[in-house]
Nanobody, 121 residues
Framework: QVQLVESGGGLVQAGGSLRLSCADS????????MGWFRQAPGKEREFVGGISWSGGSTYYADSVKGRFTISRDNAKNTVYLQMNSLKPEDTAVYYC??????????????WGQGTQVTVSS
């Protein structure tokens, strides 16, 4: 069973950085494609990016490309979202998600509880 728990959110000034972590307490983490999504107040959930089961392939939404980096450590059952050059419009609740296949338009099977990221101007 997949159980995802995010951490690392918080308040940061525009231009700053944060790193989010998402840990899975299950034993099958390494077989799943992992993704990050976000949802701002009053807006629809937005795909941020994803990473293949091996970590060999990553893909991002245009809005974060060049600023955000996803990585994973299968030995630690953890996926990371490094966010640099943060903007106020990056403010949202960030969720990690897992599924055998995960794309920008998909709805993953497993979700974390979310962590708040607030970027002040």
């Amino acid at each position: 069973q997949v159980q995802l728990v995010e951490s690392g959110g918080g308040l940061v000034q525009a231009g700053g950085s944060l790193r989010l972590s998402c840990a899975d307490s299950g034993r099958t983490f390494r077989i799943y494609t992992m993704g990050w999504f976000r949802q701002a107040p009053g807006k629809e959930r937005e795909f941020v990016g994803g990473i293949s089961w091996s970590g060999g392939s990553t893909y991002y939404a245009d809005s974060v490309k060049g600023r955000f980096t996803i990585s994973r450590d299968n030995a630690k059952n953890t996926v990371y979202l490094q966010m640099n050059s943060l903007k106020p419009e990056d403010t949202a609740v960030y969720y990690c998600a897992a599924d055998l296949s995960l794309t920008q338009g998909s709805t993953p099977r497993y979700w974390g509880q979310g962590t708040q990221v607030t970027v002040s101007s």
